[in-house]
């Protein structure tokens, strides 16, 4: 279950070694404020679309099917990628700025694809502009955490073969506000061409604007029966 307002207050000189009040409010209002946008995804999130992916199964040793969905809260003005593991349900949390970055990312990453392809060879390079700081919010068996600091995600473009050139998005491990030996870190999520085009479709100003309008005429219809 989600804690109160109260409990983060209370746990912040325990989490962090603060010695002064200054940072004590720092790290508290950041703590709040990202338990307030969690709390409200439920009833606030509008889902931007679903992206088709892959990541690497250990125990059949190959890549499989993995999809993750790209969301947004109007309200906070910020996007999300939602993506699931066997015990986690995480939201990475995206600026609207970082997000018009990712559109060049991956503009990057196709022209590198076809350059590769072109030239009949093989590469492995983190992408220009590709790397994030990010704030995350997990649930795990019902309750939830925060991260205690950013978490670095990654885009790279990763050659399986000469012809086969894929886009990565990888993150660094991050510890829980409430304990650190509480963790977690995103799946791999390796896509090809075509998913790479999906998400650049799904995360693109007409895409947004779109769902947009759709989430507000439902809304303004919801408000007549008030």
């Known amino acids: 279950m989600c804690k109160s307002v109260g409990f983060y207050i209370w746990m912040c000189p325990r989490i962090f070694p603060i010695k002064s009040k200054f940072k004590l409010m720092k790290?508290?209002?950041?703590?709040?404020a990202l338990m307030i946008s969690t709390v409200s995804f439920a009833q606030d999130e509008l889902v931007l679309g679903q992206v088709t992916a892959l990541e690497w199964n250990e125990v059949?040793?190959?890549?499989?099917?993995?999809?993750?969905l790209?969301?947004?809260?109007?309200?906070?003005?910020?996007?999300?990628?939602k993506v699931d593991d066997w015990m986690n349900k995480a939201w990475i949390h995206f600026s609207q700025k970082e997000l018009e970055s990712m559109r060049t990312v991956i503009d990057k990453y196709q022209e590198w694809n076809n350059i590769a392809i072109e030239n009949n060879t093989k590469i492995e390079k983190d992408i220009p502009g590709g790397q994030y700081r990010c704030n995350v919010s997990w649930n795990a068996a019902d309750n939830w955490y925060f991260s205690s600091g950013f978490m670095n995600v990654n885009f790279k473009i990763?050659?399986?073969?000469t012809k086969r050139h894929q886009m990565l998005i990888s993150s660094s491990k991050v510890s829980s506000t409430e304990n650190e030996y509480i963790d977690f870190k995103m799946p791999t999520l390796y896509l090809d061409l075509s998913h790479a085009e999906?998400?650049?479709q799904i995360i693109s100003q007409e895409n947004i604007e779109a769902k947009l309008s759709?989430?507000?005429k439902e809304k303004?219809?919801?408000d007549l029966f008030k």
């Open 70 to 81: 790209v969301k947004y809260n109007p309200k906070e003005s910020k996007y999300y990628i």
């Open 198 to 200: 999906e998400l650049k």
């Open 220 to 222: 303004a219809n919801e």
């Open 27 to 32: 790290h508290a209002i950041t703590i709040l």
């Open 60 to 68: 059949f040793n190959q890549l499989t099917d993995k999809s993750f």
């Open 158 to 161: 990763f050659s399986q073969s």
């Open 214 to 216: 759709a989430y507000n």
